[in-house]
């Protein structure tokens, strides 16, 4: 177990639909990354908050955003689901994020599917 | 990185020998490196890392080589269990503080018995 902790697990929705994933990081880490793991893509960065803060974009659509809130918890939230959009969703954490070598956690994902 | 695929590419080893997984990274500005082991239905599990000042690094039955003129990164696990069935990934990371990981295609390892 890493600390890191996401709800749903499942989420089975609809095209055009809107979905929120949580994600909850280890205790004390203030850095907060999300990534898609798609067949076809393999594992993805997203984006990344610092204490708040976005810190560094990937491969984010702009149907895709995110925020991290005072607590630390972080959302993502994907709208217009397109079929290309199921995926595992995973989140990881780590202390800082400022360092290179700042060790990335990861949650137990998300498993999207749309309909 | 190179996208996965519906294929990965697979080892298979007698339980008990040892594993050699590689890795071929194109960012020369990478700095560290990590190895992941993902599990059926969980999330990638850190392994073990590596700074790019460094060439070899050790950790309990398992060690990572570095080699930066060919770009290339390897993950030896000794006295291969069971436990060790599970999809292997590299990831690397460029210098300058802030991003995600970059990550390999990954390596199927299968332990026969």
């Known amino acids: 177990d890493s600390g890191v902790t996401q709800t749903p697990k499942h989420l089975i929705t609809a095209t055009g639909q809107r979905v929120t994933l949580r994600c909850s990081p280890r205790?004390?880490?203030?850095?907060v990354y999300w990534y898609q793991q798609s067949l076809d893509q393999g594992l993805q960065f997203l984006i990344q908050?610092?204490?708040?803060?976005?810190?560094a974009k990937g491969n984010i659509l702009e149907r895709f955003s995110a925020q991290q809130f005072p607590d630390l918890h972080s959302e993502l939230n994907l709208s217009s689901l397109e079929l290309g959009d199921s995926a595992l969703y995973f989140c990881?954490?780590?202390?800082?994020?400022?360092?290179?070598?700042?060790?990335?956690?990861f949650g137990p994902g998300t498993r999207l599917t749309v309909l | 990185g190179e996208s996965v695929g519906l294929h990965l590419p697979t080892l298979s080893v007698q339980e008990g020998d040892n594993s050699i997984i590689n890795c071929a990274y194109s960012?020369?500005?990478?700095?560290?490196f990590i190895w992941y082991k993902q599990e059926s239905g969980k999330g990638p599990q850190f392994i073990i890392d590596?700074?790019?000042?460094?060439d070899k690094r050790q950790g309990q039955r398992v060690t990572v080589l570095l080699n930066k003129t060919v770009k290339h990164l390897s993950l030896q696990i000794a006295a291969t269990q069971p436990g060790d069935s599970a999809v292997y990934f590299c990831?690397?990371?460029?210098?300058?503080?802030?991003?995600?990981?970059?990550f390999g295609k990954g390596t199927h390892l299968i332990i026969q018995p």
């Open positions: 990831a690397e990371k460029a210098g300058g503080g802030a991003d995600g990981l970059t």
């Open positions: 960012n020369s500005a990478s700095d560290y």
């Open positions: 205790s004390g880490d203030l850095s």
């Open positions: 908050y610092y204490n708040g803060e976005e810190r």
């Open positions: 590596i700074r790019s000042n460094m």
């Open positions: 990881a954490s780590s202390v800082e994020g400022r360092m290179s070598t700042d060790t990335q956690y």
